[in-house]
């Protein structure tokens, strides 16, 4: 069983940076597919950012490729997500998951992958 408790989000202007991060509880966190999703008002949850450690890979959306970037520690058991040049159109709340890293090649952007998701934390990015 792994718990994930996000932090980090808040409000910031335009053309800001927020740093999320994800606490996990449990064992092998390194073994685990981790990942961000997000999730606007009145939309579907859609794929951000994922990391694998073995090998070391990493997928972005397009959207926020260039801007965002996500990063683990292991010995913290801590994932992150490093957001900049904000727009209000990333706003919505964002969810931290853990999956098996088997079929990440496959699979690596899709929730199904993940089996354990934590609560959001909001992410407000004003005009």
């Known amino acids: 069983q792994v718990q994930l408790v996000e932090s980090g989000g808040g409000l910031v202007q335009a053309g800001g940076s927020l740093r999320l991060s994800c606490a996990a509880s449990g064992r092998s966190f390194s073994s685990y597919a981790m990942a961000w999703f997000r999730q606007a008002p009145g939309k579907e949850r859609e794929f951000v950012a994922a990391?694998?450690?073995?090998?070391?890979?990493?997928e972005y959306a397009d959207s926020v490729k260039g801007r965002f970037t996500i990063s683990r520690d292991n010995a913290k058991n801590t994932v992150y997500l490093q957001m900049n040049s904000l727009q209000p159109e990333n706003t919505a709340v964002y969810y931290c998951?853990?999956?098996?890293?088997?079929?990440?090649?496959?699979?690596?952007?899709?929730?199904?992958?993940?089996?354990?998701w934590g609560q959001g934390t909001q992410v407000t990015v004003s005009s």
């Open positions: 990391i694998i450690w073995h090998p070391l890979r990493t």
């Open positions: 998951a853990a999956g098996g890293a088997r079929y990440f090649s496959n699979y690596g952007t899709l929730p199904r992958l993940y089996n354990y």
